[in-house]
C-alpha cells in the first residue's frame, strides 16, 4: 500500500496539477508515447499518468526522471532562485547601519544585498559631484528699433549657440575634437 502524502493547499494542487499538464504537453510536443517515456524514465505507465495528472503523492525524482526523458531537467534550476519573499525576510533582519561595527556584525554571514548597499554609500560619500564650467554671461537689452541688431548683439546667431549654453561640456568635447 502506498504510503499517504501530507494534503496541499489548493493552491499548491492547481500549481501541481499545471506543471504535470505541462510536462504531458511537452511530450506530446516531441511525439513521444506515454509508454515510451515511462520505460526510459523508469517507472510504470500508470507513475506517468499520474504525474501528468499532477498528482501529490509522485515524487520530486520521477518529476525530474520524466523532464530528463524531455530535455527540460535544467529548468529545475530555476525553481526557487528568485526567492523575493526570502530576500525581504533576510534584508528586514539586516541591523541598521552605525559607524562602529560590532562583533554581531563581524560574526553575520555574507548579504549580497548588505555588499550592494555598502558599495552604494560608498561610492556616494567618495564621488565629487559634476560641476559645469562657468560661462560669462552678458546680458543685452533689446533696443526697440531694430531686432536683427539685438539678435547679433546677444550672440543667438544659430543653433550652435544655443546648444552649447544648453550642455556646455558636450560642446567643450566637441571644440576640442575639432
Avoid: C
Wanted: glycine content about 6%.
Amino acid at each position: 500500500m502506498a504510503k499517504k502524502t501530507a494534503p496541499l493547499l489548493p493552491s499548491a494542487d492547481e500549481l501541481l496539477f499545471q506543471f504535470g499538464d505541462r510536462l504531458r504537453l511537452a511530450r506530446l510536443r516531441r511525439r513521444l508515447s506515454a509508454k515510451h517515456v515511462a520505460e526510459r524514465a523508469g517507472m510504470s505507465p500508470m507513475t506517468l499518468r499520474s504525474l501528468e495528472r499532477g498528482g501529490s503523492g509522485v515524487t520530486m525524482g520521477a518529476y525530474l526522471a520524466v523532464m530528463q526523458v524531455l530535455g527540460i531537467e535544467k529548468d529545475l534550476d530555476l525553481l526557487g532562485r528568485a526567492d523575493p519573499l526570502g530576500r525581504e525576510l533576510q534584508d528586514a533582519r539586516l541591523p541598521a547601519q552605525n559607524k562602529s561595527p560590532s562583533r554581531a556584525a563581524a560574526r553575520r554571514p555574507f548579504s549580497a544585498a548588505h555588499a550592494a548597499a555598502k558599495l552604494r554609500r560608498s561610492l556616494d560619500e567618495n564621488l565629487e559631484p559634476l560641476e559645469a564650467p562657468a560661462l560669462p554671461i552678458e546680458k543685452f537689452t533689446k533696443p526697440v528699433n531694430d531686432t536683427r541688431d539685438w539678435i547679433e548683439k546677444s550672440g543667438f546667431t544659430s543653433s550652435q549657440t544655443l546648444a552649447n549654453l544648453i550642455d556646455p561640456i558636450a560642446s567643450a568635447r566637441k571644440d576640442k575634437r575639432g
